[in-house]
Every structure is written in structure tokens, then in C-alpha cells.
């Protein structure tokens, strides 16, 4: 186990709809990352968030936001929805200047 | 614009064999080059990185062959098993973070009996 829990598993919305996605890291680990990952393909970079703040951002929309609560627990927003954004979210997590990048199981956004 | 070029696709190699998968990079700033397990309905898995300083590192079964030149690096697995089977992602990053990254498109591997 890596430690790192996503909620849900599954999610099915409808286009225009907001989701929010969470994800609760190993105690410790102070920078967390979203990553998207189309089926068939290599996650991608979506944002990374340090101390509550975001450290880094992907070639994504303003409609994807994030936030990092004191209790290493996050979240990943995503404001109305389109059909492209159905995919495999995934947070990771890790310690500060450490190579070892923790993968959370994702959960899987189905947007009809 | 993909930065990291993986092939091949999907690979199938007997028990035993030694399946390699390639990664090309675009971005010299790159300098951080990590390869990443992935099984179905879980997330990745970080199985062996490297830095451009070495020209390869061997972790286990697993070995990355870095050539900075070329500006590619591959994974070799040894003895490969079936439960090796599982699809593969290169991918690389800058500044000395490991966690804004950039992936390859993956390889499926199946290892047959």
C-alpha cells in the first residue's frame, strides 16, 4: 500500500457539472500532485500544491483548481465539466526533496 | 507536444526473456528520469530512476540505461516473470523535482509462461 487514499473509486456526472475529488496523503508529505491519465495513456501533470500553495501547473484550464489542507489531505476541483475530462485522476504525494513519489489508486470520472 | 517518446506499444516476451523498452526525451533541461509500474486499477508505482551523471543503475531485476548524448534512456528487465506483466511508463522532469512529470505514453508488457 502506498499509503496515499482517493475518494471515490468511481464518478459519474454530466456535462457542466463541478466535481470535486479528494485525496488524503501519508502523514509527512507536504507536496502533492493531480495527474490525468486518458485511458490508454501516460498520466498527465496537472498541478502540484506545496505547504497549501500551488508550486507548479500543467497545461490545464483555469476551471481545474485545487487545494491542500493542513492535514495532508487535498482536493482536485473541477468546474463545468466536459466530456474530455473523463479519465483516471490520480494524486500522488511526497516528502519534501524526496525522490519517492507515493500514487494514490485514482478515481475514475466518467462524464456523460 | 509529447516531450517523451516511448515504444514499443506493447511487448510480449517468453518467461525468462529480457524485454527492453526505449524512451526518447526533446527537453535538455530534463535531468531527473524515472521508470514507473503500473497494474490495471492501480496507480503507478516508481521502480527505478536516474540521473544524467550516471550511464546506468541497476536496482533488482531492473536496469535503466541512460544516454545523455542521444538523449534517450531505456529499462531492461532480467529474468522477466509473469507477474512482471504490467504496463511501463518512462518518464522526466527538470529543476531537481521528481514529482512534476512527464510521461511516456506506456508499454504493456505480458510475460507468457
Known amino acids: 500500500e502506498t499509503g496515499v487514499t482517493q475518494s471515490p473509486t468511481h464518478l459519474i456526472k454530466t456535462r457542466g457539472q463541478q466535481v470535486t475529488l479528494r485525496c488524503s496523503s501519508q502523514s509527512g508529505h507536504n507536496t502533492v500532485s493531480w495527474y490525468q491519465q486518458a485511458l490508454g495513456q501516460g498520466p498527465q501533470f496537472i498541478f502540484q500544491y506545496y505547504r497549501e500553495e500551488e508550486n507548479g501547473r500543467g497545461n490545464f484550464p483555469p476551471r481545474f483548481s485545487g487545494l491542500q489542507f493542513p492535514n495532508y489531505s487535498s482536493e482536485l476541483n473541477v468546474n463545468a465539466l466536459e466530456l474530455d475530462d473523463s479519465a483516471l485522476y490520480l494524486c500522488?504525494?511526497?516528502?519534501?526533496?524526496?525522490?519517492?513519489?507515493?500514487f494514490g489508486s485514482g478515481t475514475q470520472l466518467s462524464v456523460l | 507536444q509529447q516531450q517523451v517518446k516511448q515504444s514499443p506499444q506493447s511487448l510480449i516476451v517468453q518467461k525468462g526473456g529480457i524485454p527492453i523498452i526505449n524512451c526518447a526525451y526533446e527537453n535538455t533541461a530534463f535531468d531527473y528520469f524515472p521508470w514507473y509500474q503500473q497494474f490495471p486499477g492501480k496507480g503507478p508505482a516508481l521502480l527505478i530512476a536516474i540521473r544524467p551523471d550516471v550511464s546506468e543503475k541497476k536496482e533488482g531485476r531492473f536496469t535503466i540505461s541512460f544516454n545523455k548524448s542521444a538523449k534517450q534512456f531505456s529499462l531492461h528487465i532480467m529474468d522477466s516473470q509473469p507477474g512482471d506483466s504490467a504496463t511501463y511508463f518512462c518518464a522526466a522532469s527538470m529543476d531537481g523535482t521528481a514529482s512534476k512529470l512527464t510521461f511516456g505514453t506506456g508499454t504493456r508488457l505480458q510475460v507468457t509462461l
Open positions: 500522488a504525494s511526497n516528502e519534501e526533496d524526496s525522490e519517492k513519489l507515493f
